[in-house]
């Protein structure tokens, strides 16, 4: 069974850092674009970050960008978003996904979804 398990959520306030964590296991995901979504209570969710399967690209929302940085470990089955400044805005349930390819449409693969709640 292919799963994605987010971990490293939780509550903290304005200004503060997070590191979400996301493994993968049932399959290898070297070759799948990943990346993180993201859904406020009463919105859509949204787009965070993606990087490519070698890391040489990444991408990130304008609301996020110079705040939050997306890495990823193959070794480890595993990407990472480092989330810092943290905004009462930024508060959501976070979603990692994987895509085969250069960009994540509909996502191949999505996990469960971890919350981030961010206090003023």
């Known amino acids: 069974q292919v799963r994605l398990v987010e971990s490293g959520g939780g509550l903290v306030q304005a200004g503060d850092s997070l590191r979400l964590s996301c493994a993968g296991s049932?399959?290898?995901?070297?070759?799948?674009?990943m990346g993180w979504f993201r859904q406020a209570p009463g919105k859509e969710r949204e787009f965070v970050a993606l990087i490519m399967w070698d890391a040489e690209r990444t991408v990130y929302a304008d609301s996020v960008r110079g705040r939050f940085t997306i890495s990823r470990d193959n070794a480890k089955n595993t990407i990472y978003l480092q989330m810092n400044n943290l905004k009462t805005e930024d508060t959501a349930v976070y979603y990692c996904?994987?895509?085969?390819?250069?960009?994540?449409?509909?996502?191949?693969?999505w996990g469960q979804g971890i919350q981030v709640t961010v206090s003023s």
């Open positions: 049932g399959r290898t995901f070297s070759s799948y674009a």
């Open positions: 996904a994987a895509e085969l390819g250069s960009s994540i449409d509909d996502g191949d693969y």
